[in-house]
């Protein structure tokens, strides 16, 4: 039989936690200092849940602004290639970008603009150094984007969708819900409680009064 050479190998604990988001203090002063084309990459990250490498690959011809939303066409899952609503800001980024920018790609490489650009790391690098903030990845304003929709009360599904996961258990990886948000929950669960019954309340007084001659005197 053969052993597994390493079943007797304690290994370290694996940490799947995410970094600490940046505050809206953090996210204000970085945006402060971030320099194009890192401001509008940014940005359309924030405001649409989409991963920087979508965003650096956005094609003008996806993007629909008289319907409002941009149609992802890149991802190796059906739920990766989606339409991503757009909010007013994402809108006028992409709207400006569509006026003042040549070539079939908003964010095009700097020596070609038939190719999309690279990346954008040493800029944010240098805008997370300038504002002073918290050190966050770029990626982490995706996890932002998220969180604010959880705690705005998006269910999961929904979330799922906009991320572009196939799973929901995909989604508990970038919700974090803070005390206050779990705190409402209960609320709302206490309001629903309440409300069936007055509900039921209301209900078996209806059936008294029909069912009972006397109150119809």
Known sequence: MIRNPVSRVKFLEENNELTQLPSDDDVRNYFAVASQPLYD???????????????IHIRRDNVHLAENYYY?????????????PLTANAAAVLK???E???????????????KPMLKVNHAHDGAVRRSRVRRF?????????????????????TL???LGHSKIQMV?????????????????????????????????????TVGNPDTLQ
Not at 137 to 157: K, S
Not at 178 to 184: A, C, F, L, Q
Not at 187 to 195: G, V
């Open 160 to 162: 799922a969708a906009l």
């Open 172 to 208: 508990l990886r970038y919700a974090h819900p803070v005390d206050s948000h779990k705190v409402n929950a209960i609320r709302k669960l206490e309001d629903y409680t309440a409300t069936r019954q007055i509900e039921e309340t209301t209900r078996q007084m209806d059936v008294f």
């Open 137 to 157: 990845r770029l990626y982490d304003l995706r996890h932002l984007f998220a969180t604010r929709l959880a705690q705005a009360g998006v269910d999961l599904v």
């Open 100 to 114: 003042t920018i040549p070539g079939p790609y908003i964010f095009p490489h700097e020596k070609d603009q038939n």
């Open 41 to 55: 990459v940014a940005s359309l990250i924030l405001e649409t849940g989409m991963r920087p490498e979508e965003v």
């Open 96 to 98: 400006h970008r569509l």
């Open 72 to 84: 992802n066409p890149h991802g190796k899952t059906k739920a990766a290639r989606r339409r991503i």
